[in-house]
T-cell receptor, first 110, second 115 residues
């Protein structure tokens, strides 16, 4: 079982602050995805990173895939209350299955 | 385009009772997944279907869990008998064979409470 550890597990910040969420594993993945999940809903895909060292930006969100394709980070600039949710990383192996991380619950206080 | 549909959204049962969850994937998606998600944690794969064939059920507790995907469209996940530890959210997801990186689309889930 490929284990993806996310840190921090919980994060509560004020609106306008910056934050970074980390996703680490000892396994190599062919690609890595980030999802956000709101209460009572299923996870929604934010981004897929494929190449080691790749950086993708989605408005105020910046995603990076580690050079060795074992880890990833999500950085949010000027967080807003609408960013509140459970952030999940998920690594894909060649078998087409996704292995989800342990999750980071973010609360942005207005 | 309609998303992944799941029903019921909530289910409360007593232990040892049977329960079933239903999923209708996005039209045209040949791959269907059932996940279990405990509170505040990431989803864990139970079973993956390619059309009507279960290609990965290694994490499905087969003594009490069963699933089927007749005709390769809708799917049903059953638990019989349910145990207290089965309380969780059961998520269904689907993806298209044409998807480059296995982008999965999730339904809202069924929240099961076993008393």
């Amino acid at each position: 079982t490929q284990l993806l550890e996310q840190s921090p597990q919980f994060l509560s910040i004020q609106e306008g602050e910056n934050l970074t969420v980390y996703c680490n594993s000892s396994s190599v993945f062919s690609s890595l995805q980030w999802y956000r999940q709101e209460p009572g809903e299923g996870p929604v895909l934010l981004v897929t990173v494929v190449t080691g060292g790749e950086v993708k930006k989605l408005k105020r969100l910046t995603f990076q895939f580690g050079d060795a394709r074992k880890d990833s980070s999500l950085h949010i600039t000027a967080a807003q209350p609408g960013d509140t949710g459970l952030y999940l990383c998920a690594g894909q192996t060649g078998a087409n299955n996704l292995f989800f991380g342990t999750g980071t619950r973010l609360t942005v206080i207005p | 385009e309609a998303g992944v549909v799941q029903s019921p959204r909530y289910k409360i049962i007593e232990k040892k009772q049977p329960v079933a969850f239903w999923c209708n994937p996005i039209s045209g998606h040949n791959t269907l997944y059932w996940y279990l998600q405990n509170l505040g944690q990431g989803p864990e794969l139970l079973i993956r279907y390619e059309n009507e064939e279960a290609v990965d059920d290694s994490q499905l507790p087969k003594d009490r869990f069963s699933a089927e995907r007749l005709k390769g469209v809708d799917s049903t996940l059953k638990i019989q008998p349910a145990e207290l530890g089965d309380s969780a959210v059961y998520l269904c997801a689907s993806s298209s064979r044409g998807s480059s990186y296995n982008e999965q689309f999730f339904g809202p889930g069924t929240r099961l409470t076993v008393l």
